[in-house]
């Protein structure tokens, strides 16, 4: 069976630096785009970032471009999120999602991890 399961999340200080994890594991997980999305507290889901089946193709939510970096390691069947430079409105429970199609990126997500809390305060 397909499962996604999160790590790397914690409090962190404003300006710091973390690095989520998304360890994927029944399906070929190097034929599916993958995602991440998150949701703050009391709001709704806002997708944050994309990359294709070979990592070569990253997207980025404008309100995380040039401090969040997308990347997979096929090798190891896992996703990455480096976030760096975080502001207390990247406070989030962050899910990784697979893509409901493979090769093909539907953007429509049929999977999903439960989440990695992601706390950024002084």
């Known amino acids: 069976q397909v499962q996604l399961v999160e790590s790397g999340g914690g409090l962190v200080q404003p300006g710091g630096s973390l690095r989520l994890s998304c360890a994927a594991s029944?399906?070929?997980?190097?034929?599916?785009?993958m995602y991440w999305v998150r949701q703050a507290p009391g709001k709704g889901l806002e997708w944050v970032s994309a990359?294709?089946?070979?990592?070569?193709?990253?997207y980025y939510a404008d309100s995380v471009k040039g401090r969040f970096t997308i990347s997979r390691d096929n090798a190891k069947n896992t996703l990455y999120l480096q976030m760096n430079s975080l502001k207390p409105e990247d406070t989030a429970l962050y899910y990784c999602?697979?893509?409901?199609?493979?090769?093909?990126?539907?953007?429509?997500?049929?999977?999903w991890g439960q989440g990695t809390q992601v706390t950024v305060s002084s």
């Open positions: 999602a697979r893509d409901s199609l493979p090769l093909v990126p539907s953007w429509g997500l049929d999977y």
């Open positions: 029944g399906f070929t997980f190097s034929s599916y785009w």
């Open positions: 990359i294709n089946t070979g990592g070569g193709s990253t």
